[in-house]
């Protein structure tokens, strides 16, 4: 499976940089990442949620780092989801926000019909990874996922982002999301 996905971030481009390359960050708005732990300046562990309750890990390798402009990175070894990807971050014509492009490939278990049964239960990769930029973006110009009085409980099957009236986040969840 082959995904893209672009948005504009109101923030310069290293600090949007900054921030990705922060890779604890990620589960703060990739619904599915449970945890990223960094090993070494370019080893992380990844854990993540999949279809049926399932967990997938696995160790990814930095492979070109540009800091402010670039991040690419493959999975090593014996991978549950065999992934690769880049983020590029690029000045957008405003001067002042960072466009941001997505290019990730990834295997999914199952093959085809793996793909056709996530896609039944709602969890299509393109829309996942749509709304996991949204979020990003939100959480860059604002410091949280944005929730709104539309959609009160969330994603009830899986109980992610579980949403309430929109109002700022609590200090100690401000605090987790901004790294202070």
Do not use: C
């Not at 109101?10 to 922060?22: D, G, H, T």
């Not at 957008?92 to 278990?109: K, M, N, Q």
């Not at 973006?137 to 944005?146: H, L, N, R, S």
């Amino acid at each position: 499976m082959e995904l893209t996905a672009t948005t504009t971030v109101r923030k310069p481009a290293s600090e949007v940089y900054a921030f990705w390359r922060r890779l604890e960050n990620l589960p703060v708005y990739m619904a599915h990442v449970d945890d990223v732990r960094a090993i070494d300046d370019r080893t992380s562990r990844w854990g993540a949620s999949a279809p049926f309750g399932r967990t997938v890990e696995w160790t990814a390798e930095i492979t070109e780092d540009v800091p402010g402009e670039r991040l690419a990175w493959r999975s090593t070894g014996d991978a549950d989801v065999p992934n690769s990807g880049t983020v590029r971050f690029r000045p957008a014509p405003d001067g002042v926000s960072t466009e941001v492009y997505v290019h990730l490939t990834y295997d999914i278990p199952g093959g085809s019909l793996g793909k056709a049964v996530a896609k039944y239960f709602g969890e299509e990769p393109h829309q996942q990874l749509d709304d996991d930029l949204r979020r990003f973006k939100q959480v860059m110009e604002t410091g949280e996922v944005v929730r709104s009085d539309g959609a009160p409980w969330g994603k009830r099957a899986r109980k992610e982002f579980p949403q309430r009236p929109a109002q700022p986040l609590p200090a100690d969840e401000r605090a987790e999301v901004l790294g202070s």
